[in-house]
């Protein structure tokens, strides 16, 4: 079975500042990988996903993540952060079950918080 | 379009009291979920419809039922509420195409409290 790390629950840092998001996965013939943002009192929206060509993806937002695939990483980063940007962010990957669909399993979430 | 809709927002149960979340979605997706969302858990999948007519258990199916009652609606009941199941409930949909792995889009979430 899939699974998702992100070892940081929580990373402050000040406005303006750069910022990485940690995400490592368990290997799989086929890999499809996602980020996640959830503002608060709210849903989870789709923040940017690999699932081939280019290692490197980017949000509209200024977010960006690489596939490294020997490292079976893919951390979030973004070069300066807003204080909009605070929220908890979560890694996912997808899973083929048993019945040939594809699930998505998350990590536990890394709470992003910005300070003026 | 309204997206994925949940209700109802909050809710508080006793202990063996049953209830029923509703779950419904406008965009035509073929594929459904249903996840909770506890502190320090991330998400966990209870329960999922892959399509219409079909239900199947996720991580944590124990004492919980669905029902996709028709494209739009998929339904998550509790028989008889325990304390851990308090948690905030997300219902999720996506498209399904050629086994791959389209984005899911979430409903803004039910927050139960079990006493």
């Known amino acids: 079975a899939q699974s998702v790390t992100q070892l940081d629950s929580q990373v402050p840092v000040f406005e303006e500042a750069p910022v990485e998001l940690r995400c490592n996965y368990s290997s799989s013939v086929s890999v499809y990988l996602f980020w996640y943002v959830q503002y608060p009192n709210q849903g989870l929206q789709l923040l940017l996903k690999?699932?081939?060509?280019?290692?490197l993806v980017e949000s509209i937002n200024g977010f960006e993540a690489e596939f490294n695939k020997s490292q079976t990483s893919f951390h979030l980063r973004k070069p300066s952060v807003h204080i909009s940007d605070t929220a908890e962010y979560f890694c996912a990957v997808s899973e083929l079950g048993n019945t040939g669909f594809q699930k998505l399993v998350f990590g536990t979430g890394t709470r992003l918080l910005v300070s003026p | 379009n309204a997206g994925v809709t949940q209700t109802p927002k909050f809710q508080v149960l006793k202990t063996g009291q049953s209830m029923t979340l509703q779950c419904a979605q406008d965009?035509?997706?073929?594929?459904m979920y249903w996840y909770r969302q506890d502190p320090g858990m991330g998400l966990r999948l209870i329960y999922y419809s892959a399509s219409e007519g079909t239900t199947d258990k996720g991580e944590v199916p124990n004492g919980y039922n669905v029902s996709r009652l028709n494209k739009r609606e998929f339904s998550l009941r509790l028989e008889s509420a325990a304390p851990s199941q308090t948690s905030v409930y997300f219902c999720?949909?996506?498209?399904?195409?050629?086994?791959?792995?389209?984005?899911?889009?979430f409903g803004p979430g039910t927050r139960l409290t079990v006493t």
């Open positions: 965009m035509n997706h073929n594929s």
């Open positions: 999720a949909s996506s498209l399904r195409l050629a086994g791959v792995p389209y984005e899911q889009y």
């Open positions: 690999y699932l081939s060509g280019s290692t």
